[in-house]
């Protein structure tokens, strides 16, 4: 779709799949924006962690709480971010975020410039962070320029209470 059409992305619209943890749903991707941004939405199913510590090095994301709570580790800055609530990630800064609640919660998450949206694109048609195996995660991590660190995942679920990877978004989910 050319950047110069408008266009409406209903509740149902768009591919939606799982990642191995969290949900995604593709809104708005750099062919309607002119690289410009991507936009996803995030489901997080209760206490689930989105991803080990992190890093990108191509492009900002900023994280805005659809509901639920959100925690985020952003360098060694921990916070929780509610609905309404904007958490900006810089690129090149470590960070991860979960599901801070027993609730779901669901954010939409904007990354400028465009192309990330690639790599959740390639991780759903491997079946997940799972399915992937560590060497093609490790190319497509070096592919879209992604510092991962699999190694803190013990720590962050001890530290936060959380679980890696997730359970599935199903059926469990509110249907909008």
């Not at 309607?32 to 941004?37: A, K």
């Not at 199913?45 to 900002?60: I, K, T, V």
């Not at 709570?69 to 609905?83: H, K, N, Q, T």
Request: charged share 25%; glycine share 12%.
């Amino acid at each position: 779709m050319s950047m110069n059409k408008s266009k409406v992305v209903g509740p149902r619209d768009g591919k939606s799949g799982f990642l191995g943890s969290i949900g995604v749903r593709f809104m708005i991707d750099g062919a309607d924006s002119g690289e410009r941004f991507s936009l996803v939405e995030h489901p997080l199913g209760p206490r689930a962690l989105a991803a080990p510590l992190h890093r990108h090095n191509r492009e900002d994301e900023y994280s805005f709480v659809l509901e639920g709570r959100m925690g985020a580790l952003l360098g060694d800055e921990v916070l929780e971010a509610g609905p309404g609530d904007l958490v900006f990630k810089p690129r090149k800064q470590w960070h991860t975020f979960w599901n801070a609640g027993e609730e779901p919660c669901r954010i939409l998450e904007i990354i400028s410039p465009a192309g990330f949206e690639g790599f959740f694109n390639e991780l759903v048609d491997l079946g997940g962070i799972d399915s992937a195996g560590p060497q093609v995660l490790s190319e497509l991590c070096a592919r879209y320029e992604l510092d991962i660190r699999p190694d803190t995942v013990p720590e962050l679920t001890d530290r936060f209470g959380v679980r890696f990877p997730g359970e599935p978004i199903s059926a469990g989910w509110p249907q909008r």
